[in-house]
């Protein structure tokens, strides 16, 4: 790990793309399970949103950010990056420090598109750690574009405009991501409960997944 | 008339000729735009607030009754129940921070606790958790950790006098409402648990 988390050198790439407003299922199925309880635990792990923080902490829940690919990018060495060889133990480690909870303590996790952008292995190791992390009734949310293959793709800046609408602005960097179907979505969360499928416009696959 | 007459003929011939587009004679100055939180901290002036330089480092808890910049490093705890914490873009607070606003454009690695807002700018980092009643994280910042509103009203703070020479009227820090910490406070390595 490099030596201090607090001299790293740029922030989250900008959101500078195009953007697209769009009804979104996953999120109806998220907010609907949050609306039946109090003082609910979200995760946000695509970075810092203003319109999610002011969606969740006004309705009176508790809310953790992170973005996993900062924290991807800030761990792992470029050359690591670049070979895409990483030892079990530097994973380990990792998600340690990227994800350092006690077991069933978040009620709802978003993590937009981000698993897409991490290499397999990594990828799977936080699929584990959040499943360990989420309440036994706790959803996780998740979005994979279908139509990303072999291509560089800029990660989408999701946005919560309200309890079914989602504002989804393509960061302004680029990063290559993996390709996934349904068929490899059900296989990543196999250890879980439920997935529930949302096909969304544009090739873009909301994915609703129970612990 | 007269006047403009009298003038006419008193014109020095030697006197240059008015350019084709003159100015206007009244320099007009933009409207004043600039407010607190717009203003970058070093614009701002010493009159206003306390300021630790870049090139300075404080080990140890910081406490008082004034707005403060940080531009330098500090390693420790600060306390502003009153006051307004500026870390300006070189700054760096290693510690927990407790003030009445505070405005982050460096790094903070700590709790942060504000009765009124927190704002983290474009480029920060912080890496803790945040419990004030207007959280606002810009999108190019780095924040990792847990944010919790609270409602401004439920912890009263006397308000703000602008100068120093106010001082003396200012309520004592030992009568102002205790806040209450945070529940979930991270450890200073920045390991967030719940």
Redesign the interface.
């Known amino acids: 790990m490099n030596p201090s988390?607090?001299?790293?050198p740029?922030?989250?790439?900008?959101?500078a793309g195009t953007s697209d407003a769009r009804k979104s299922h996953g999120l109806q199925a998220l907010v609907a399970s949050m609306a039946s309880k109090k003082h609910v635990?979200v995760m946000d792990l695509g970075?810092?949103?203003?319109e999610n923080?002011d969606f969740?902490?006004?309705a009176g829940h508790?809310?953790?950010?992170?973005?996993l690919l900062?924290?991807y990018d800030y761990f792992f060495s470029a050359k690591e990056q670049a070979e895409c060889a990483f030892r079990s133990a530097r994973i380990e480690e990792f998600v340690e420090?990227a994800l350092?909870?006690?077991e069933k303590?978040a009620d709802c996790i978003l993590v937009w598109d981000r698993l897409q952008y991490l290499p397999p292995a990594i990828c799977e190791a936080l699929v584990e750690r959040l499943r360990r992390i989420l309440t036994p009734d706790g959803l996780l949310l998740a979005l994979f574009r279908t139509d990303s293959a072999g291509a560089d793709r800029p990660p989408y800046?999701c946005r919560i405009l309200d309890g079914q609408t989602l504002l989804l602005r393509e960061q302004a960097r680029p990063r290559p991501a993996e390709t996934f179907n349904p068929r490899t979505i059900q296989r990543l969360f196999q250890k879980y409960g439920e997935v529930r499928f949302f096909v969304s416009r544009e090739s873009l696959q909301e994915v609703v997944i129970r612990r | 008339m007269a006047y403009w007459n009298k003038k006419r003929d008193e014109d020095d011939p030697q006197r240059p000729e008015p350019p084709l587009n003159p100015a206007p004679s009244v320099q007009r100055e933009p409207p004043p735009t600039s407010s607190f939180t717009a203003r970058r901290p070093d614009e701002m002036t010493a009159r206003s607030a306390a300021l630790i330089g870049k090139s300075l480092v404080l080990v140890g808890k910081v406490s008082g009754k004034e707005d403060l910049i940080v531009d330098g490093r500090i390693e420790g705890d600060i306390e502003l129940p009153e006051n307004c914490l500026t870390v300006g873009a070189a700054g760096?607070v290693?510690g927990s921070i407790r003030a009445r606003e505070i405005v982050v454009f460096g790094?903070v690695?700590g709790n942060l606790e504000a009765v009124e807002k927190v704002q983290?700018r474009?480029?920060?980092?912080v890496?803790g958790d945040m419990r004030t009643a207007r959280?606002?994280?810009?999108?190019?910042?780095?924040?990792?950790?847990?944010?919790?509103?609270i409602r401004a009203e439920a912890v009263k703070v006397p308000p703000q006098r602008p100068h120093a020479s106010d001082a003396a009227q200012r309520t004592p820090a030992s009568e102002s409402p205790q806040q209450p910490t945070l529940p979930n406070a991270v450890p200073p390595t920045?390991?967030?648990?719940?």
Do not use: W
């Open positions: 988390p607090l001299h790293a740029a922030g989250p790439a900008a959101a635990y970075g810092p949103v203003q923080i969740v902490t006004g508790r809310l953790y950010i992170d973005d900062y924290a420090s350092a909870f006690d303590v800046s | 760096h290693q790094s690695h983290i474009r480029n920060a980092r890496i959280p606002v994280i810009e999108e190019e910042a780095y924040f990792k950790g847990n944010v919790e509103t920045g390991e967030t648990r719940r």
